[in-house]
């Protein structure tokens, strides 16, 4: 539960660029940031453990896919999130780089318990989620893919199960025969959320983006009664200018694929050969590196539930139980018309946002003209009747009564509906900018 008192989260674009962060600024200087941002980064992963609550024995902790195009930077992004709630070092724990045939690093889905931290004193009890590292998919998707992702969110692949195995069955069947075949769901194999990691260096995968986002949607399928929440990161933001126009629009089609919030994208630079060549981030960690994807983790984690072994669902750490029941009973319950409303007004980027909000306003105040100001036709009567009683004695007004000021009455409420809609948008876009 996102509570008001939180601290401004990765969304809020914490964007990652040790580079230019560290230069021009004195050796005591960087101290004294880096010394703040231990600070903040320390309190940080004591706010997330709070979040995730503890093993009281029937709670387990949240499975969280990691998926997206090969080389884009998920086992990194793995990697780096068990350094970052870690304190300590940088350790490989999902395999991370370019084979020199090409071909995908990680090819089977990897099972990253709580964040690799689990023989760690400090987080033996503590249900960090685990991460599952999945093969990467190509962009050249087809109903097969969407299927086979649908199986994998929704439990119907066993542990072992390589997903690209999993893929050249589905190739060969129908897909009446997947469903068949695959109709079995394994509850403890279900997953809680989806990380969708693309590289801002490269291009979009953008038909893997909306693969992606419909098979984690039930409105698209209509076998499973709930969505899983979707998650973004968009990595390798060293590579990048966080100002271009280019970034900002990629970031903009990043969001509306996926149909994103803010807070639930996060803006990053892994730990990586090309930020640390010399590898020092096996001796020692970089907090500013750390710091936002400790506050991104809270959110994916951010619930009023827990899930418990069994499937069940019951009152986390941070909600009551009948936020909990309700939660549930809302998941539970097919799309409603507001659903679809609420999700393709997600869909929108700001810009687009703005001009509907805008033409709205401009139509509200067309009707509230149309409705409260005197129409052409009583203005007319008005006029004419002050004509008769000869208190207006102009005749010219008298006599351009018959063809009367209605088209121009119109026009100039029509002008000020525009005008007041083209103020609202400026004014949108102002605050926007600012
Ligand atoms: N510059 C830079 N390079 C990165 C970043 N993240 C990952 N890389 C590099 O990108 C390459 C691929 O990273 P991986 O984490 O293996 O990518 P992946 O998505 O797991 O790839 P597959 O397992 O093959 O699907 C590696 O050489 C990483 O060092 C980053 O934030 N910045
Ligand atoms: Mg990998």
């Known amino acids: 539960m996102a509570s008001d008192d939180m601290e401004p989260t990765s969304g809020d674009f914490m964007v990652l660029d040790s580079t230019t962060d560290r230069e021009g600024s004195s050796p005591g200087e960087q101290f004294g940031v880096e010394r703040q941002l231990e600070h903040q980064r320390s309190e940080a992963i004591n706010r997330l453990c709070g979040m995730c609550g503890t093993d009281d024995g029937c709670a387990r902790p949240l499975r969280v896919v990691v998926v997206g195009k090969h080389g884009a930077g998920k ?13 300590d070092k940088w350790h490989e724990y999902a395999n991370t780089g370019y084979r020199l045939d090409a071909g995908p690093i990680t090819i089977v889905n990897q099972r990253h318990p709580k964040c690799c931290n689990e023989d760690r004193d400090r987080y033996k009890s503590v249900l960090l989620p685990t991460l599952i590292d999945v093969a990467g998919l190509g962009d050249d998707v087809d109903d097969k893919t969407e299927e086979l992702l649908r199986l994998l969110f929704y439990g119907h692949l066993q542990e ?36 969708f990691v693309a590289s801002a260096a490269d291009n979009l995968p953008t038909r893997l983006m909306s693969c992606v986002y419909r098979a984690a949607q039930p409105a698209y399928h209509r076998t499973e ?29 990043f969001m509306k694929e996926l149909g994103l919030i803010l807070p ?14 010399d590898c020092e981030r096996i001796e020692r960690l970089r907090p500013d590196l750390d710091l936002p994807i400790v506050r991104f983790l809270q959110q994916v984690c951010d619930n009023a539930r827990k899930v418990t072994k069994e499937g069940e ?16 009973n809302a998941a539970k319950q097919a799309p409603g ?29 067309l009707l509230v003209m149309f409705f409260a100001l005197p129409s052409a036709g009583q203005v007319n009567a008005i006029i004419h009747e002050n004509c008769r009683n000869g208190v207006i004695d102009d005749p010219e007004v008298c006599d351009n009564l018959s063809h009367g000021p209605g088209f121009l009455h119109w026009l100039s409420q029509f002008f000020a509906a525009v005008i007041l809609s083209l103020m609202f948008f400026g004014y949108r876009q102002f605050i926007r900018r600012a």
Request: include cysteine.
């Open 264 to 277: 639930r994208l996060l803006i990053c630079s892994n730990y990586c050969d090309d930020l640390d060549p």
């Open 313 to 328: 669902v019951l009152p986390g750490s941070e909600g009551t139980r009948e936020e909990a029941e309700n939660a549930e």
């Open 160 to 195: 072992d199960e390589p997903i690209m195995q999993a893929y050249e069955e589905c190739k060969k069947c129908t897909q009446e025969e997947i469903r068949k075949k695959y109709s079995q769901s394994y509850t403890e194999m279900r997953v809680d959320r989806i990380i």
């Open 337 to 365: 018309p507001q659903d679809h409303i609420r999700q393709a007004w997600q869909s929108l980027d700001p810009m687009q946002q703005d001009v509907v909000t805008s033409a709205v306003v401009g139509l509200v105040t």
């Open 75 to 87: 086992s990194s992004f793995i990697d780096s999130v068990a350094a970052a709630v870690s304190e």
């Open 225 to 253: 009664r709930r969505a899983v929440p979707l998650f973004g990161v968009l990595t390798k933001m060293d590579k990048v200018d966080v100002h271009s126009v280019t970034f900002k629009e990629k970031k903009g089609n």
